[in-house]
């Protein structure tokens, strides 16, 4: 497992989806009001919906907060139409980035993207230029504790999954996007845990770093994930657990 799959996995077993509850609570929002905007308020039929709400239970967000948000994106209340933006562009050491933002103004967002990019040497693309690499996917993580691998692997391949990947603790259960939800609901009729689920970009090809640039290319993804109009990052870097277990330590300090 590698980019955001490990990062997204080791966050989550420090408890660190987001040091400031009302950064987080905002990017929900924004994620919320859109997916209701584009496809409903059904969350039956609208699958990005029903996964961002899950998402925002799950940090405790308020259902008031919640409903608000579905309301202002299906026209219900007023609110604000945020623009969907995908930028790529490469990191320190040749890594390829995705980063998909929500924003009210995309000239804003554009030149601080740029920014970001620059500051820890890398450079901010044309559209297309890094896309390629990655396939989009669905991952579900399942603690280790409690779970017999034979069972995960079983039910997981029975619902369409891809792969069933280990590291120390969990699972990382693959799958192809349209086979998400259906996977995700045969874990739960087994009454297998899921610990963290998520739509994502799995890198086809990856890139092994050394703990220098290893360093930097963290510490650049964090300040891309902590911007405000920021959803989402993906990246193809290849960084050993242990490697990056000590380095976002270091990194969540600062």
Same mark, same amino acid.
Request: aromatic share 6%; charged share 30%; net charge negative.
């Given at each position: 497992?590698?980019?955001?799959?490990?990062?997204?996995?080791?966050?989550?077993?420090?408890?660190?989806?987001?040091?400031?509850?009302?950064?987080?609570?905002?990017?929900?929002?924004?994620?919320?009001?859109?997916?209701?905007?584009?496809?409903?308020?059904?969350?039956?039929?609208?699958?990005?919906?029903?996964?961002?709400?899950?998402?925002?239970?799950?940090?405790?967000?308020?259902?008031?907060?919640?409903?608000?948000?579905?309301?202002?994106?299906?026209?219900?209340?007023?609110? &604000?139409? #945020?623009?969907?933006?995908?930028?790529?562009? #490469?990191?320190?050491?040749?890594?390829?980035?995705? &980063?998909?933002?929500?924003?009210?103004?995309?000239?804003?967002?554009?030149?601080?993207?740029?920014?970001?990019?620059?500051? #820890?040497?890398?450079?901010?693309?044309?559209?297309?230029? !890094?896309?390629?690499?990655?396939?989009?996917?669905?991952?579900?993580?399942?603690?280790?504790?409690?779970?017999?691998?034979?069972?995960?692997?079983?039910?997981?391949?029975?619902?369409?999954?891809?792969?069933?990947?280990?590291?120390?603790?969990? #699972?990382?259960?693959?799958?192809?996007?349209?086979?998400?939800?259906?996977?995700?609901?045969?874990?739960?009729?087994?009454?297998?845990?899921?610990?963290?689920?998520?739509?994502?970009?799995?890198?086809?090809?990856? &890139?092994?770093?050394?703990?220098?640039?290893?360093?930097?290319?963290?510490?650049?993804?964090?300040?891309?994930?902590?911007?405000?109009? !920021?959803?989402?990052?993906?990246?193809?870097?290849?960084?050993?657990?242990?490697?990056?277990?000590?380095?976002?330590?270091?990194?969540?300090?600062?």
């Amino acid at each position: 497992m590698s980019g955001h799959s490990k990062w997204a996995s080791i966050k989550h077993k420090k408890g660190k989806a987001d040091v400031e509850r009302g950064k987080i609570f905002s990017k929900f929002i924004k994620e919320i009001t859109t997916a209701a905007r584009i496809g409903g308020g059904d969350l039956s039929a609208n699958p990005r919906l029903r996964t961002a709400i899950e998402l925002a239970k799950a940090v405790n967000m308020p259902a008031d907060n919640i409903e608000r948000a579905v309301k202002k994106g299906t026209g219900e209340l007023p609110g &604000v139409a #945020y623009e969907e933006i995908e930028y790529e562009g #490469y990191g320190p050491g040749g890594v390829a980035i995705i &980063v998909n933002a929500l924003t009210d103004n995309k000239n804003r967002t554009t030149a601080e993207m740029r920014h970001i990019f620059s500051r #820890y040497g890398g450079n901010l693309g044309n559209a297309g230029c !890094v896309a390629w690499q990655f396939a989009p996917k669905g991952i579900i993580i399942v603690p280790r504790a409690g779970n017999e691998e034979d069972k995960i692997f079983s039910v997981a391949l029975d619902g369409g999954a891809d792969d069933v990947k280990t590291d120390s603790d969990s #699972y990382q259960v693959i799958t192809p996007q349209e086979n998400f939800d259906k996977v995700k609901k045969q874990l739960e009729a087994e009454k297998i845990t899921i610990t963290h689920s998520e739509l994502t970009r799995v890198p086809q090809n990856t &890139v092994s770093l050394d703990d220098k640039t290893a360093e930097r290319i963290l510490k650049m993804y964090e300040t891309l994930e902590e911007h405000e109009d !920021v959803q989402k990052v993906f990246a193809n870097f290849d960084i050993s657990e242990e490697t990056m277990e000590r380095l976002s330590a270091s990194v969540s300090e600062e």
